[in-house]
Nanobody, 122 residues
């Protein structure tokens, strides 16, 4: 079982930026996706972005396209989520997870991290 640890959350004003990191205890199968999800109080966990350790293209939820960028550093077993032009509706706990490339379904991902809180003030 891979362990995932997220970091980088915090409080930021609307229009600001944050970069989240997710470090895996070991490299997972190269064709696995590493995904970012978020969950705000009273809402279901929702997909944000994902990519593979090797090959493929990253993909994003429509709500974050053009504002968020997912990237990786294979040497560090780390995946990043650069979040720009943040909005109050981006406020949530952000989680990273391992799963099926091409899917945006929570059911296709496992090995969840503990999450990191992102709060965007208006």
């Amino acid at each position: 079982q891979v362990q995932l640890v997220e970091s980088g959350g915090g409080l930021v004003q609307a229009g600001g930026s944050l970069r989240l990191s997710c470090t895996a205890s070991r490299r997972t199968f190269s064709l696995n996706a590493m995904g970012w999800f978020r969950q705000s109080p009273g809402n279901d966990r929702e997909f944000v972005a994902a990519l593979r350790w090797t090959g493929g293209s990253p993909y994003y939820a429509d709500s974050v396209k053009g504002r968020f960028t997912v990237s990786r550093d294979n040497a560090k077993n780390t995946v990043y989520l650069q979040m720009n032009s943040l909005k109050p509706e981006d406020t949530a706990v952000y989680y990273c997870s391992r799963g099926k490339y091409g899917s945006s379904s929570v059911a296709d991902f496992d090995s969840w991290g503990q999450g990191t809180q992102v709060t965007v003030s208006s």
